[in-house]
């Protein structure tokens, strides 16, 4: 499986240019045969609250089909972040969308980060679904989800091998992000890919440092601070040889309770 991420800023006021750029990037990434094009969170217009009420036709479902229809003419899977509403209710909702498809395959943020005002926009969502299965089963996380090794660990038992994660993750505590996704990686023996806004958006400058970290927590694969379009192929066999031959996961411990 070969995955590209994209590394970007975020105009926030013009999802219109958003959606250019992800265009021309899918059809960069599907010139180096890759399977999927990995977007950051928010990936249309960032956190732009005030702008929101006007940015309806951007959120999910309504913008399904113009994101259905780039992946289609570009033939490559496309998977970020969105806003995704639901009658009164909005959701921070990572969404894949497969090639020549009708199922969008979703999770809904689970952790909303208060500090950023989450919290007032956002309904947290309630599951961790397993969006892929053989040969390589994977699931979603976002931003702040990282912090929660727990959920890593609920995916996994469900048998997950890879973890997509779409952030705008600012670069003051870039050293997080890098620990955290390292650690998720090597405690999980999985695969994370992860993708970072870039620049400055508003008041706040975000990291990049998209990454790809593999079973042993090797970092395979990292962009700097700059805009970029990473590259890389991920390998289902080198998860079940590392879980075969370093078998951590078999002992874990259900029978000591908090």
Not at 171 to 183: K, N, Q
Not at 225 to 233: I, N, P, T
Request: hydrophobic content about 40%.
């Amino acid at each position: 499986m070969r995955i590209s991420l994209f590394q970007y800023q975020i105009d926030p006021n013009d999802p219109a240019r958003n959606l250019s750029r992800i265009e021309g990037a899918a059809r960069e990434a599907s010139s180096n045969q890759s399977d999927l094009l990995l977007l950051p969170e928010l990936c249309l217009h960032g956190y732009n609250y005030r702008e929101f009420p006007r940015m309806n036709e951007w959120f999910l479902p309504a913008v399904n089909p113009t994101l259905q229809q780039i992946c289609d003419s570009s033939h490559i899977d496309i998977a970020g972040t969105f806003v995704e509403q639901v009658d009164d209710i909005s959701y921070n909702t990572f969404a894949y969308f497969k090639q020549n498809s009708t199922t969008v395959l979703s999770y809904r943020k689970a952790h909303i980060f208060k500090q950023l005002g989450e919290g007032d926009h956002f309904t947290p969502g309630s599951e961790y679904p397993l969006l892929g299965e053989a040969p390589l089963p994977f699931a979603a996380a976002i931003c702040y989800d990282i912090r929660f090794p727990e959920q890593f660990r609920a995916l996994t038992a469900k048998g997950c091998q890879l973890f997509l994660v779409s952030a705008e993750w600012p670069a003051a505590r870039v050293d997080h992000w890098r620990a955290l996704l390292i650690s998720r990686a090597i405690e999980n023996q999985a695969f994370v890919v992860a993708v970072n806004c870039t620049g400055k958006v508003f008041h706040t400058d975000f990291a990049g440092n998209s990454i790809v970290i593999d079973p042993w927590g090797k970092v395979a694969a990292e962009l700097g601070a700059e805009e970029g379009l990473l590259h890389v192929d991920i390998s289902p066999e080198m998860v079940r040889d590392i879980r075969a031959s370093f078998p951590v996961l078999a002992d874990i411990r259900g029978d000591i309770k908090p």
